[in-house]
Nanobody
Framework: QVQLVESGGGLVQTGGSLRLSCTAS????????MCWYRQAPGKQREMVAT???????NSADSVKGRFTISRDNAKNTVYLQMSGLKPEDTAVYYC?????????????WGQGTQVTVSS
């Protein structure tokens, strides 16, 4: 069974920083791409940043220059360093990981962690 466990959310003032972490566990799970998504109240879930196993990254225009995604393959962990936070960054942030589990490709989601940016 694969589980994604996120941590690091919280309340921060405008301009502040937070670091999110997400660790994927599962004895037969070979992690490929890892991503961060977010969903604000009343809005659709949107991609924030992605990173391949080889370290290639992509991010939404709204967070470029402020958020950095990274990963530690040995720990099956992805990070999202967020700086210059704005009230519009307030959302539940979800970790997403895709890869081979017991011979088939699957995508898994974490439970989400709340990020609130006060003005």
């Amino acid at each position: 069974q694969v589980q994604l466990v996120e941590s690091g959310g919280g309340l921060v003032q405008t301009g502040g920083s937070l670091r999110l972490s997400c660790t994927a566990s599962g004895s037969r799970f070979s992690v490929d791409n890892m991503c961060w998504y977010r969903q604000a109240p009343g809005k659709q879930r949107e991609m924030v940043a992605t990173i391949t196993r080889g370290g290639r990254t992509n991010s939404a225009d709204s967070v470029k220059g402020r958020f950095t995604i990274s990963r530690d393959n040995a720990k099956n962990t992805v990070y999202l360093q967020m700086s210059g936070l704005k009230p519009e960054d307030t959302a539940v942030y979800y970790c997403n990981a895709g890869g081979i589990n017991s011979g088939t490709y699957n995508i898994y989601w974490g439970q989400g962690t709340q990020v609130t940016v006060s003005s």
